[in-house]
Antibody, heavy 126, light 108 residues
Framework: QVQLQESGPGLLKPSETLSLTCTVS????????WNWIRQSPEKGLEWIGY???????DYNPSLNSRVTMSVDTSKNQFSLKLTSVSAADTAVYYC????????????????????WGQGTMVTVSS | EVVLTQSPGTLSLSPGEGATLSCRAS???????LAWYQQKPGQAPRLVIY???SRATGIPDRFSGSGSGTDFTLTISRLEPEDFAVYFC?????????FGGGTKVEIK
């Protein structure tokens, strides 16, 4: 079954760059759009953005200037970089697949996240 | 940005009772772009409903979604013990994608 697993440092200092990787199992990363979402008590669930292996991306404007996402097809992984972190970036970070439903040779976008990683806690503190 | 307001914040119910959760959008959202998730403590959200009314894989038929425009509803017909959780709505009618603040369904 399809699985996603986040990895990366759990503790950062203010102004550092957050780097996370999501490893995708049992499906080709070229077949879907891939997302990062974070969750904190203060902001709730916050969509960070998506990336496609073609290079197509869309980022939340609230984070746009600090975010970069990329795909490594050779490793079946995608990644997130968030620069100049502060305490406000402390959250659980999830990677998630943008769902597609296929039937009879026709596929349609679910416009929802059908597979999520377990999440990784990232704390920003001096 | 589309703001999603969920109500009530907390719903205290007993197993076997029905639950009605509301999600109101600050502007119209296409039905195909509205989803609901269930989240239990320490777990990632799980897709329950997509396209406003289509159940995700493995979701029992006691869950149903309805609504259009700015008002959407998730209904759980008879609460099972495993249904007590927090539920979020989500829209991607326009970027950025946004989530509601959640409704906690707790055991009374």
């Amino acid at each position: 079954q399809v699985q996603l697993q986040e990895s990366g440092p759990g503790l950062l200092k203010p102004s550092e760059t957050l780097s996370l990787t999501c490893t995708v199992s049992d499906v080709s990363i070229t077949s879907y759009y891939w997302n990062w979402i974070r969750q904190s008590p203060e902001k709730g669930l916050e969509w960070i953005g998506y990336v496609h292996h073609s290079g197509n991306t869309d980022y939340n404007p609230s984070l746009n200037s600090r975010v970069t996402m990329s795909v490594d097809t050779s490793k079946n992984q995608f990644s997130l970089k968030l620069t100049s972190v502060s305490a406000a970036d402390t959250a659980v970070y999830y990677c998630a697949r943008w769902g597609v439903s296929c039937s009879g040779g026709t596929c349609s976008d679910l416009h929802a996240f059908d597979i999520w990683g377990q999440g990784t806690m990232v704390t920003v503190s001096s | 940005e589309v703001v999603l307001t969920q109500s009530p914040g907390t719903l205290s119910l007993s197993p076997g009772e029905g639950a009605t959760l509301s999600c109101r959008a600050s502007q119209s959202v296409p039905r195909t772009r509205l989803a609901w998730y269930q989240q239990k403590p320490g777990q990632a959200p799980r897709l329950v409903i997509y396209g406003a009314s289509s159940r995700a894989t493995g979701i029992p038929d006691r869950f149903s979604g309805s609504g259009s425009g700015t008002d959407f509803t998730l209904t759980i017909s008879r609460l099972e013990p495993e249904d007590f959780a927090v539920y979020f709505c989500q829209q991607f009618g326009s970027s950025p994608l946004t989530f509601g603040g959640g409704t906690k369904v707790e055991i009374k």
